[in-house]
């Protein structure tokens, strides 16, 4: 069997003390395997970024132990075993698109003539090509984005970890983006941990959708959209967004959401309007 993309095992997050103490993460255990796209969805304040921060090593788990392809979070992140993107795109405004993606290959020393045949590549990918001279206030947000997929994506990780990326766009650019999203994980076969507040969102793009909820923030469920009749992310197509079994699994999700632990046994069919969970 391959190795875990990530492995998260009991892992608390407290922040402050006394009275100020906030349970962020309480016992928290999950699996994303290779390749495998996982989606984190629950209301403000469960601790969905903070356990993306933990597995990116931009904090630390007050306990518990956290493995990014059966390294430590530090190591796999000084061994560059992942890429980030965030919901600002966080370009920077001074260099082009083509700059702005071959920046990590750049930081890490990779000659030229590479550098250009990779950011090519990428260009391509993520299609903008014809804007590979912009600047990115000459950009759309989705455009905007769509760079930061791309740099995330400069050093070929195998692990892709995303925090509401799409959440500043609008509906139609969303769905867009979500489309090319899964376009590129099937090309690239990178596994994927994706913040969202939207369910649609996160069962269209998923295997897995895992509900949280806060105080102390914690897995209530998982729901394996492949169970309700969706494809793998990888072969899934805009079709999807049709199928019964996505809506099936909107169902699921939003059982848990707001039954929580034992809610799918419950609950019947649901529409996928009003399904921000914000
Ligand atoms: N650096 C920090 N110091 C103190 N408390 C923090 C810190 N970071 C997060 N928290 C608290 O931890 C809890 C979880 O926060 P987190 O940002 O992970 O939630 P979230 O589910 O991502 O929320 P949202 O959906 O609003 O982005 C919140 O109560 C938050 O106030």
């Known amino acids: 069997m391959t190795e875990a993309a990530i492995t998260v095992t ?43 921060r933990l597995v990116a090593d931009l904090d630390t788990a007050t306990s518990g132990d956290i493995r990014v392809f059966g390294k430590v979070a530090r190591q796999a992140r000084l061994d560059q075993d992942y890429g980030i993107a965030f919901q600002q795109a966080g370009l920077l405004p001074w260099r082009t698109v083509t700059g702005n993606i071959e920046l990590p290959l750049k930081l890490h020393g990779a000659d030229a003539s590479l550098r250009k045949a990779r950011v090519a590549e990428l260009i391509e990918l993520v299609g903008l090509t014809e804007f590979a001279k912009s600047h990115p206030d000459q950009l759309s947000g989705g455009m905007q984005q769509r760079v930061a997929i791309a740099r995330a994506l400069a050093e070929s990780p195998r692990l892709l970890l995303m925090d509401e990326p799409f959440g500043a766009l609008d509906e139609i650019t969303r769905e867009r983006m979500q489309n090319e999203l899964v376009r590129i994980c099937a090309e690239t076969g990178a596994a994927v941990l994706f ?32 169970a309700d009749g969706l494809t793998g992310a990888h072969d899934r197509t805009e079709r999807a967004r049709d199928e019964e079994g996505f809506f099936r699994a909107v169902a699921d999700v939003r059982a848990l959401l707001h039954g929580g632990e034992g809610a799918l046994a419950e609950t019947g069919p649901a529409g996928v309007d009003s399904v921000d969970v914000r």
């Open 10 to 52: 009991g892992v608390d997050r407290i922040f402050g003390k006394g009275r100020k103490e906030v349970v962020a993460l309480r016992d928290v255990d999950l699996t994303v395997a290779d390749g495998e796209f996982v989606s984190l969805i629950g209301p403000s304040g469960c601790g969905k970024s903070t356990l993306l």
């Open 195 to 226: 913040v969202t507040h939207s369910i649609p969102e996160a069962v269209f793009l998923s295997d897995r959708v895992v509900v949280m909820s806060p105080r102390p923030g914690r897995i209530t469920g998982v729901v394996d959209v492949r």
